[in-house]
């Protein structure tokens, strides 16, 4: 079965710094989901990568696909307090289930 | 657009009673998830329902969980009975379709099994 890692666990910036996120996938991936959540909360749907070498931003919120090394990163810009939260990547194990298993998620806090 | 809606938002119960969760999609999603998130874990899905119908079930452990959405609109999640390591956010999600569309997710039912 498909296993998506992310890294890191743990993140703690300075408000203003830029940062990365990568989620590495055991198998091929066919379509990749990035996800925020805020404790207590439900996911909030960021961005969905279906290419290889697909990029997509949002705001100050960038993510990029890479198909052959079956991975891929979220790169945040000038963080802000807001951005503090759980990101989670999401992926569809035949692309075409529409069934998402997950990353164990990477925490971010932003200082102000 | 509505959301995801999902009750109740907490819910403590002691081990071996029963608890349900509620569920309504957002209007037109034909597709269905149920997801159990233990906290520092990312989500994992129990089962996946198109229409009324079950598509994926394969995760639920089904001597204790059940679930329904018998008129392919809301959809309940059942426990019983409970154990301590149910303690999760069980979280639903709602599709236009199964492949290549984005899941929303509801706020979750954040359970407690003392």
């Known amino acids: 079965s498909q296993e998506l890692e992310q890294s890191p666990q743990s993140l703690i910036v300075q408000e203003g710094k830029n940062l990365t996120i990568n989620c590495t996938s055991s198998?091929?991936?066919?379509?990749l989901y990035w996800y925020k959540q805020k404790y207590g909360e439900g996911l909030i749907f960021l961005m969905m990568l279906q290419k290889g070498g697909e990029e997509k931003s949002h705001e100050k919120i960038t993510a990029k696909l890479d198909e052959k090394k079956q991975q891929s990163s979220l790169h945040i810009t000038a963080s802000q307090p807001s951005h503090a939260g759980i990101y989670l990547c999401?992926?569809?194990?035949?692309?075409?289930?529409?069934?998402?298993?997950f990353g164990q998620g990477t925490t971010l806090q932003v200082k102000p | 657009e509505a959301g995801v809606a999902q009750s109740p938002r907490y819910k403590i119960i002691e081990k071996r009673q029963s608890v349900a969760f509620w569920c309504n999609p957002i209007?037109?999603?034909?597709?269905l998830y149920w997801y159990q998130q233990i906290l520092g874990q990312g989500p994992k899905l129990l089962i996946q329902?198109?229409?009324?119908?079950?598509?994926?079930d394969s995760q639920l452990p089904k001597d204790r969980f059940s679930a329904e959405r018998l008129k392919g609109v809301d959809s309940t999640l059942k426990i019983q009975p409970a154990k301590l390591e149910d303690s999760a956010v069980y979280l639903c999600?709602?599709?236009?379709?199964?492949?290549?569309?984005?899941?929303?997710f509801g706020n979750g039912t954040r359970l407690t099994v003392t």
């Open positions: 999600a709602s599709s236009l379709g199964p492949s290549g569309r984005a899941l929303h």
């Open positions: 329902f198109q229409n009324n119908g079950v598509v994926d």
């Open positions: 999401g992926a569809d194990g035949r692309g075409n289930t529409g069934k998402l298993i």
């Open positions: 209007s037109g999603h034909a597709t």
């Open positions: 198998k091929t991936l066919y379509g």
